[in-house]
């Protein structure tokens, strides 16, 4: 029934911003007739790609997969006419921005933000995608041409908090893998670009540990600690009083890191979280036993 109810409303939304878009692209037809007549106003330079929308259900897929919710600020780049950020904000209670470099558009987007009654929450702005605060994003969403996203790569790595989700539709960074992947059949989407699929890639900003590090097991070892970190993948080494140690098993997730240290037969199991120049957390000590851990960079 519910399932029922939802494919009606993807429908009826489908139906209904097909015939918006329409509106846009006549207003868009009709701000470049203006433009011929006049001084020859510049197209917006597009360079992550042409405006093609994202279907409905894969912008929900999107949403889903990036878990969000009434506390998360969304931030599209290159937001099109702004489906994203208008579905985060009206169905799911998020607040968020996109930034496009077409004018059109983004007042497309605040007049449809403004006609749903969430302009508080939901607001476009006509800016280049280099040039947006990633500051207070806990989502970031992307459609955007595969050489835009490795152009982007550094600044998302850089500037999003770490666990802030990355979700981009077909597209990825390359070498900064996804930490998850679903595809979607989606047959509208043949007729765009020839695959009646959708790839829909997640990312969880990692903190940034690469370095060395003093950790201390409260009442045990002090170890000395390297990590090396390629996006959220790690390794290191350990020393425990100037003697060699073996690190293995390093996950990062956002913030959350795990680590087991072995030493001759002591085997030391790490969980915590990194946060700047700290880390802390509970260490598994085997039989039964726990101590708190805490790191700090050096
Ligand atoms: C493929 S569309 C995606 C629209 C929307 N995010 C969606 O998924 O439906 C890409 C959008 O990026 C915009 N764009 C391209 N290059 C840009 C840039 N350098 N800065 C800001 N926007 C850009 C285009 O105008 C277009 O609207």
């Known amino acids: 029934m519910n399932r029922l109810k939802t494919s009606a409303g993807l429908l009826a939304c489908a139906l209904v911003r097909a015939r918006r878009l329409l509106q846009v692209t006549a207003c868009t037809l009709a701000l470049g007739v203006a433009a011929q007549g006049a001084a020859q106003e510049k197209e917006p330079e597009r360079t992550g790609g042409p405006y093609v929308p994202t279907p409905q259900i894969v912008v929900e897929s999107m949403l889903r997969m990036a878990n969000v919710g009434p506390k998360d600020f969304v931030v599209d780049l290159g937001s099109g006419d702004g489906v994203i950020v208008l579905t985060a904000a009206s169905q799911l ?102 695959v009646p699929r959708a790839t829909i890639n997640l990312w969880i900003v990692p903190a940034k540990v690469q370095g060395k590090w003093q950790v201390q097991i409260e009442g045990f070892e002090r170890y000395e600690v390297a990590l090396r970190q390629k996006y959220q993948m790690v390794s290191g080494s350990a020393e425990a009083a100037g003697k060699g140690a073996k690190l293995t098993y390093a996950t990062l997730r956002g913030e959350d890191i795990r680590f087991t240290v072995m030493d001759g037969a002591v085997r030391r199991n790490f969980k915590g979280t990194a946060s700047g120049e700290a880390m802390q957390g509970m260490v598994d000590l085997g039989g039964g036993k726990t101590a708190r851990w805490t790191a700090k960079r050096v």
């Open 93 to 194: 209670k998020a607040a968020g921005y996109g930034v496009d470099i077409d004018p059109a558009l983004v007042k497309y987007s605040n007049g449809e933000a403004a006609r749903l009654g969430i302009a508080d929450r939901a607001s476009f702005h006509v800016q280049d995608v280099f040039k947006a605060d990633l500051s207070r994003a806990s989502v970031i969403t992307l459609y955007l041409l595969p050489s835009m996203m490795i152009n982007l790569r550094p600044k998302i790595f850089l500037e999003a908090k770490p666990g802030t989700r990355v979700v981009s539709h077909d597209y990825t960074f390359d070498d900064w893998h996804p930490d998850d992947q679903i595809v979607l059949d989606v047959p509208e989407k043949e007729k765009i670009n020839g």
